[in-house]
Nanobody, 124 residues
Framework: QGQLVESGGGSVEAGGSLRLSCIAS????????MGWFRQAPGKEREGVAQ????????NYADSVKGRFTISRDNAKGTLYLQMNNVKPEDTAMYYC?????????????????YGQGTQVTVSS
């Protein structure tokens, strides 16, 4: 099954940028749809972005479209999330996620494996 380890979180002012990384060990990520989720205090975990195995297709939550970019490097076993023009409402724990298989579907319904998370805090 392997392990997913996130990094790159921290505190940033509104309008700033952060780049999250996720390194996968064990099973190669090249065979799986990958994604990022987030969970704010008192709220349910929500899908933020997902990317197909060949990186040709990406999908984003409406709240982050035009500001966040998901990418992957299969050779390095690494997933990224570039966060630009961040807002206070982006404050949350961010989780790297792996789908059950290669298929990415709408509403982020095929994810079953998550990392421990990295905290992002945006101040106004």
């Amino acid at each position: 099954q392997g392990q997913l380890v996130e990094s790159g979180g921290g505190s940033v002012e509104a309008g700033g940028s952060l780049r999250l990384s996720c390194i996968a060990s064990g099973d190669s990520i090249s065979n799986y749809c990958m994604g990022w989720f987030r969970q704010a205090p008192g709220k349910e975990r929500e899908g933020v972005a997902q990317i197909s195995t060949d990186a040709a297709t990406t999908n984003y939550a409406d709240s982050v479209k035009g500001r966040f970019t998901i990418s992957r490097d299969n050779a390095k076993g690494t997933l990224y999330l570039q966060m630009n023009n961040v807002k206070p409402e982006d404050t949350a724990m961010y989780y790297c996620a792996r789908a059950y298989n290669a298929l990415c579907v709408e509403n982020f319904r095929t994810f079953g494996y998550y990392g421990q998370g990295t905290q992002v805090t945006v101040s106004s």
